[in-house]
């Protein structure tokens, strides 16, 4: 597999504005792509404590909280804060021309 086709074009940088989390599928794994202060991440998308989808969690200074019990994430590493007791998956990703790629088979 050459570095060019380990990305996957998931959507134009328009469609995830700062704050913004949105979910995809890529080659069957969920994922989702956040931006926060800027910094565009992408992670995985459902919750390693009860399954709750994370689209729906709470992106603030560069964390992300699960809001159904709180467990929180630094998205630049996915490292567990506070109440969480595992890290999240990671997943590199890039904008290039106007379009975000994500990277699911070199993770973080
Ligand atoms: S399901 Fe996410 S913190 Fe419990």
């Known amino acids: ?33 956040m931006r926060s202060r800027g910094v565009l991440r992408a992670s995985q998308a459902i919750c390693p404590h009860m399954d709750e989808p994370l689209k729906n969690g709470l992106l603030k200074n560069g964390k992300l909280t699960c809001m159904k019990h709180l467990w929180q994430w630094d998205i630049t ?14 997943y590199e990703v890039m904008e290039q021309e106007g379009s975000i790629y994500i990277n699911i088979n070199g993770g973080e």
């Open 77 to 90: 590493t996915g490292e567990k804060k506070g109440l969480a007791e595992q890290n999240l998956q990671m």
């Open 1 to 33: 597999m050459t570095e060019e086709n380990l990305w996957t074009q998931l959507c134009p940088s328009s469609e995830i504005e700062d704050g913004n989390i949105k979910q995809f599928k890529v080659e069957n794994v969920d994922v989702i792509v």
